[in-house]
């Protein structure tokens, strides 16, 4: 079956510019993450979306960041007046309640 | 404040030696610990993972080995292949295999021919 798709696969932007990345779960998958990966790094959290629940907000860096989704479809992670900083690649996780996070390919982001 | 720590960060093996990969942690409310398998330019790839009532978890070639008394656990590769050459990372959460994963810094794994 699909796995977890997202786009686009890569962004060149510049500083000071919003971007939106934009991630497809595996269906029925109730569970969706954001995790960002700076180069040579560990994935570090950012936030977490479970059904209705609120969502963990707690890793988001700044209010540059946020995200939305919509029902247990798609999500978009928004961070506003990029910063160079913000380089890095973002990823996607889903799951189902029964088993691990899967994840996507990822969004390769470069802040100009 | 660094709560999953990952060693060594680089690792050299002949094919068909052992690779083994450490993590230690911090906090004793994680109670589930996966291993992730990253190629250059893909997504982490779920490789095996354990929760805290078992010592250690087998699957084909890849063991977890747990230690919950010494907050430590490891991943060993039985009879390396060069196709393992890659990055691993290990990781940790508090509600099971549902809550945010914290992530160790990732070892960078090559296995010569």
Redesign the interface.
């Known amino acids: 079956g699909a796995g977890v798709s997202q786009s686009p696969s890569n962004k060149v932007t510049e500083k000071g510019k919003d971007v939106e990345l934009r991630c497809d779960p595996i269906s029925g998958h109730t569970a969706l993450y954001w995790y960002r990966q700076r180069l040579g790094q560990g994935l570090e959290f950012l936030i977490y979306f479970q059904g209705n629940s609120a969502p963990d907000k707690s890793g988001l860096p700044s209010d540059r960041f946020s995200a939305e989704r919509t029902g247990e479809s798609v999500s978009t992670l928004t961070i506003q007046r990029t910063q160079q900083e913000d380089s890095a690649v973002y990823l996607c996780a889903s799951s189902p309640t029964s088993d691990g996070q899967y994840f996507g390919p990822g969004t390769r982001l470069t802040v100009l | 404040q660094q709560q999953v720590k990952?060693s060594p960060q680089s690792l050299i093996v002949q094919k068909g030696g052992i690779s083994i990969i450490n993590c230690a942690y911090e906090n004793t409310a994680f109670d589930y610990f996966?291993w992730?398998q990253q190629f250059p330019?893909?997504?982490?790839?779920?490789l095996i993972?354990i929760r805290p009532d078992v010592s250690e978890k087998k699957e084909g070639r890849f063991t977890i080995s747990f230690n919950k008394s010494a907050k430590q656990f490891s991943l060993h590769i039985m009879d390396s292949q060069p196709g393992d050459s890659a990055t691993y990372?290990c990781?940790a959460s508090k509600n099971g295999?549902?809550g945010?994963?914290?992530?160790?810094?990732?070892t960078t794994l090559q296995v010569k021919p």
């Open positions: 990952q996966p992730y330019g893909k997504g982490p790839a779920l993972a990372f990781a295999n549902t945010k994963l914290i992530f160790g810094q990732g």
